[in-house]
């Protein structure tokens, strides 16, 4: 069969020809004045596939005449009159063997393809040993393709002359075989690093891909061999090297000057991919949609940024907002953004040593000033939350499969999980994570070494500022993330050794650089944070902080299927539930591990979910259903630096990334399955243990108001400099509405009490709010209890010391629950009833001036 040139559309993954694979291997043959040697070659290949018809089942063989001007064209046809499974295509003119190969792998149906030089410089018997490392699937999914591999199964098998095993029967003049060295040295130095021989024409595809290579394809000379390997390395599909036999052939097309014409079509090339956007329509597509599933989740927040407070959010989201606000203040006058005496008063609070989240909330601040905190807390819950989607996404299919609604599904899996939408209610620390997938690109980039075209300084480098970075975003988020990555580097190097000791010594070299940028510009603020003004040793949260088994299996409280009675009794609070992935996708990955086993990169990821998982139980693991506690493996770490202050039930936040990338994988491998009822089954499979855990928007409750005593600053007539208002009770993590009190009217007052890790005793112990003293204990007690206590004079002395120590200007109650028992303890304590004054009751203290 012989027909003419067709058209070639730009395309790629998301476009171009797509030929259906019905065929099992397509062998591509481009000729260009070939008459004496191209029936030779055709002879020898079909009677290698007649051979074993077994392993190469329904084959065709497409030779590209690209323009000859002898008899090819004629040698081609009378094969193909011989062997209906020979097919001809023909270019009218010589274009070059980029431009031939183009032509026959776009026509080629084959599931493996293998391109060929017409000189069979590398007799056809190789193709049994490429074949053999092949990875492709046979189409019905049930698991006998030839090779799955370890992990990472090549999706390209290359013949290779330049490894040790490699077989050159007959070399070429020395100094052409010098030159040709020099010349793939410079082309993988420019273009392909790690693959040793781009230039051999022996090289077996994935047909797939293959076809979705050369549609992208835009070479048309002997630069093409580069160019394709160059995608399937950007494209992260594996290729993989086989040693050859390989005898020169009298005749040859390819000169010594022809390296030179392959380095400049590669320059030519790498210059327009290099000023080309990468970005396609349907990642914007899936930002999106990223976008408006924050939006959402959040649209209570938004539809009234006054008065709404979100409901799940305790007092966090009057914390937050204080952080944003006094972080703008202290960069608008220029002070220590490290520290303040905006509450706790007159200590002050180490914003070091809080998660005042100083690498959004500094830039952030002309937001924070012309449209208030409350903005400020908005935006960086969805806009935060949006771009750690985004960021998965793009580590997912940058590193996990280019199928991008997989890796759409699997990113939306690790960031709006039901761990991250619980602390999405008050902890955007642990919510905005988009720095986490940039460091596990930047710290893969560094084990590949320079196979990726990498620069261990320079990779070095990055990693370290971006480190840097996510200090000031979040410690603890970077503390398990780390550890997250120590767990699963370990498993891979479990089950792939060889792969691990080659990664090893330049990732080490590269987290050496990481330190020597990152610890000289963080030590000044961490020396602050361990060392400063009100800095503590660490936060205890008791031997009980860990998850319940059964929270792994229950669905979180704000899930599609969740039910506050049943998750509230397995979690610290609501914005503590740490694990609550579901039974439905335990069960799926359960399932998708053992049907996935055969990978390296599943068996990594089942090591990380299982120690992650098994660490979060604590330091006593309670068996559901009995009186039996076991000690928990956290014990070890319980009371060891940085570990000290970890809430471990937190550690389950790292399974949400390696489940995305697990469901990732899997919905790639399911897209491929035939027939097509078992797609259909695979991917309700997979939305049914999705669905479940959908999160719903976050419910909200109106805030309390500020009372106009503040907002029309008539404090100012009671607080002179240096004095401080005393709200009754003071501020603390369980009520902080008033420093909603500064946040919302510009910091012109200081509290004492407050919501905040400072330090108690002798010992520097963190604990949060401020130390407390007796009077504070006291309005609390009332506050909460109700039960009016007899006040007698120690009582007031005690107040009069207290409120001296907080240099009280002023004392201010506003509405609240058991506001008549709060007034009648607080006339007690001073002595003298109150003064009705802007909607809150006032006791100037002239004492304390």
């Not at 959010?313 to 009057?318: A, F, H, R, V």
């Not at 703008?328 to 905006?342: C, E, G, I, Q």
């Not at 719903?696 to 401080?724: N, W």
């Not at 002798?762 to 609390?780: E, F, K």
Request: hydrophobic residues 45%; neutral net charge; glycine residues 8%.
């Amino acid at each position: 069969m012989s027909q003419t040139e067709p058209g070639i559309p730009d395309g790629g993954l998301d476009g171009g020809v797509r030929t259906a694979a019905d065929r099992d291997l397509s062998v591509v043959v481009p000729a260009y004045n070939e008459e004496r040697r191209l029936r030779p070659t055709l002879d020898a290949i079909r009677a290698h596939l007649r051979a074993d018809p077994e392993r190469w089942g329904d084959w065709e063989l497409i030779v590209v005449d690209d323009g000859s001007t002898d008899g090819t064209a004629a040698v081609a046809a009378r094969a193909a009159a011989e062997e209906p499974r020979v097919q001809v295509l023909t270019s009218e003119e010589n274009r070059g063997k980029g431009h031939a190969l183009r032509l026959g792998v776009l026509a080629s149906r084959g599931r493996r393809v293998l391109v060929t030089d017409a000189d069979l410089a590398t007799p056809i018997a190789e193709l049994d040993a490429l074949d053999a490392l092949l990875a492709y699937e046979d189409g019905d999914g049930d698991g006998d393709e030839p090779y799955r591999g370890e992990d990472d199964p090549p999706a390209a098998v290359i013949g290779s002359r330049a490894l040790p095993d490699s077989r050159i029967d007959v070399h070429q003049r020395p100094l052409r075989e010098w030159l040709g060295r020099l010349g793939n040295r410079l082309i993988r130095l420019v273009a392909v690093r790690g693959i040793r021989d781009t230039q051999c024409g022996f090289k077996l595809f994935d047909g797939d891909k293959a076809r979705a290579a050369f549609a992208a394809s835009r070479l048309d000379g002997w630069g093409i061999d580069v160019e394709i390997l160059r995608h399937f390395r950007r494209a992260d599909w594996p290729v993989a090297e086989v040693p050859v036999r390989w005898s020169h052939q009298t005749g040859s097309k390819v000169r010594p000057a022809d390296y030179g014409r392959v380095l400049l079509e590669l320059l030519r090339l790498r210059t327009r991919t290099r000023t080309r956007p990468r970005t396609r329509p349907v990642d914007l597509a899936v930002a999106a949609f990223y976008l408006l599933a924050s939006v959402l989740l959040y649209k209570g927040l938004w539809t009234d940024l006054d008065r709404a407070y979100l409901a799940d959010s305790m007092q966090d989201q009057n914390q937050w907002e204080w952080f944003f606000a006094v972080t703008a203040d202290n960069v608008t006058h220029l002070r220590n953004p490290l520290f303040t005496t905006y509450q706790g008063y007159p200590d002050g609070v180490n914003l070091m040593a809080n998660t005042v989240m100083l690498g959004l909330s500094v830039p952030l601040t002309p937001v924070t000033l012309l449209f208030g905190p409350t903005v400020t807390w908005a935006l960086v819950l969805t806009l935060g939350l949006t771009a750690t989607a985004v960021a998965w996404y793009w580590l997912f299919v940058r590193r996990v499969t280019r199928v991008r609604a997989a890796a759409a599904l699997g990113a939306a899996l690790a960031a709006f999980a039901p761990p991250m939408i619980s602390h999405g209610t008050a902890h955007p620390n642990f919510l905005v994570l988009f720095m986490i997938p940039v460091i596990i690109d930047r710290a893969l980039r560094l084990c590949a070494g320079r196979e990726e075209g990498g620069r261990v300084v320079r990779d070095g480098v990055l990693l370290g500022l971006f480190a840097t970075y996510q200090i000031f975003l979040g410690e603890e988020p970077l503390l398990l993330a780390a550890m997250g990555m120590l767990i699963f580097a370990l498993s891979y190097a479990v089950a792939r050794p060889d792969v691990a000791r080659a990664a090893l010594r330049p990732l080490l070299r590269g987290l050496g650089v990481a330190l020597a940028v990152c610890l000289p510009l963080v030590a000044f603020p961490l020396y602050w944070q361990f060392f400063g003004p009100q800095s503590y040793h660490s936060v205890l949260h008791g031997d009980n902080a860990g998850n319940s088994p059964l929270s792994f299996l229950e669905f979180a409280g704000r899930s599609l299927f969740g039910d506050e009675t049943r998750a509230d009794p397995l979690a610290m609070n609501r914005t503590e539930q740490n694990a609550f992935y579901g039974w439905p996708l335990t069960a799926l990955a359960f399932g998708l591990v053992v049907w996935l086993s055969r990978s390296a990169l599943v068996k990594a990821l089942t090591g990380t979910v299982l120690v992650a998982a098994l660490l979060s139980l604590g330091q006593r693991i309670r068996i559901p259903f009995t009186d039996v506690v076991l000690p928990g493996p956290w014990r070890a770490l319980a009371h060891q630096p940085l570990f000290e202050s970890v809430i471990e039930s937190r550690v389950a936040m790292i399974c949400a990334p390696a489940l995305g990338v697990l469901i990732a994988l899997a919905a790639a491998r399911i897209a491929d399955l035939e027939p097509r009822t078992h797609r259909v089954v695979g991917l309700v499979a997979v939305a049914a243990a999705l669905l479940p855990i959908l999160p719903t928007p976050q419910p909200v409750r109106e805030r309390a108001q500020v009372p106009r005593f503040i907002t029309d600053g008539m404090y100012r007539d009671y607080v002179a400099e240096g004095e401080s208002v005393v709200p009754v009770p003071l501020p603390s993590p369980a009520d902080a509405d008033a420093l909603h009190w500064q946040s919302a009217t510009g910091f012109g007052f200081s509290v004492p009490g407050g919501y905040f890790n400072g330090p108690w005793g002798p010992d520097r112990m963190g604990i949060y709010g401020a130390a407390p003293r007796y009077t504070s204990n006291l309005l609390s007690d009332v506050r909460y209890g109700g039960r009016i206590p007899d006040i007698g004079s120690r009582w007031q002395q005690q107040a009069e010391a207290d409120l001296t120590f907080w240099k009280a200007g002023v004392v201010v109650l506003a509405p609240q629950d058991n506001d008549e028992a709060l007034y009648e303890v607080t006339a007690k304590l001073l002595g003298r009833p109150g003064e009705r004054m802007g909607g809150a009751w006032v006791w100037d203290m002239p004492r304390a001036r």
